[in-house]
DNA sequence: CGCTTGACAGGTC
DNA sequence: AGACCTGCCAAGC
């Protein structure tokens, strides 16, 4: 029905979050880099995130690390982000931190380590 | 058209 | 270990 369709990068960023399963999270830059077909940056992500309307999974989306910058903007945002993901079974280290090692979901067209 | 801002990332001090 | 700087790139004013 639109002309432009997948042209939105938002889209696109809404629609890679929600493939992420459930108990699974991924970092800004790993959905940027995912979704070179829209050239778009960690920043990007980000802001595009903050207009997340209520269909995202946003709360399986934290910072490089497992860090939840938007503590700063809304603690209570994180507070529920946490929330949700202990409820899909998301491991939590000590410092408020996700356990990346364990709950970051990886794509396929991942680099060598 | 250009400066400012921005849910980031990584490095340095 | 916390504070600060740069790079990235697009949207907003």
Same mark, same amino acid.
């Given at each position: 029905? #639109? ?19 459930? %108990?699974?999270?991924?970092?800004? %830059? ?6 070179? #077909? ?11 995130? #903050? ?19 938007? #503590? ?16 899909? %079974?998301?491991?939590?280290? %000590? ?19």
């Amino acid at each position: 029905m #639109s002309s432009d369709g997948a042209a939105d990068p938002a889209e696109a960023v809404y629609a890679f979050v929600r493939t992420v399963p459930r %108990g699974r999270v991924v970092t800004y %830059g790993q959905i940027a880099d995912c979704l070179d #077909s829209v050239r778009l940056t960690a920043r990007q992500v980000g802001t595009i995130l #903050s207009m997340c309307p209520a269909d995202a999974p946003w709360h399986r989306v934290v910072g490089a690390g497992g860090s939840t910058p938007i #503590s700063k903007r809304s603690p209570a945002a994180a507070l529920l982000q946490r929330r949700l993901l202990e409820a899909e %079974g998301v491991a939590f280290l %000590g410092n408020g931190r996700v356990d990346m090692a364990r709950a970051q979901w990886v794509d396929a067209p991942w680099r060598d380590e």
